[in-house]
């Protein structure tokens, strides 16, 4: 499973954001800075609900194509 990092721009996105990932029965963690982490569930339902996030998360690979995995 690929873990993100991403940001919201102000409170009300990231209310927003916890409101449409309460129904992604996936653990996510909130951190400092208005950002979380979620996997591609998380980034997925967010997706389909509009809210907007940046994806923050450090990436490797050829292009950037793979996320960083601890």
């Given at each position: 499973m690929a873990t993100h990092v991403?940001?919201?721009?102000d409170e009300d996105r990231y209310r927003e954001a916890i409101m449409v990932l309460m129904e992604v029965p996936v653990?996510?963690?909130g951190i400092p800075g208005l950002k979380m982490v979620?996997?591609?569930?998380?980034?997925?339902?967010?997706?389909?609900a509009s809210v907007d996030f940046v994806d923050i998360t450090k990436r490797v690979g050829p292009n950037g194509s793979a996320p960083v995995q601890s």
């Open positions: 991403i940001q919201f721009r653990s996510r963690s979620v996997s591609e569930e998380h980034i997925q339902a967010l997706k389909r």
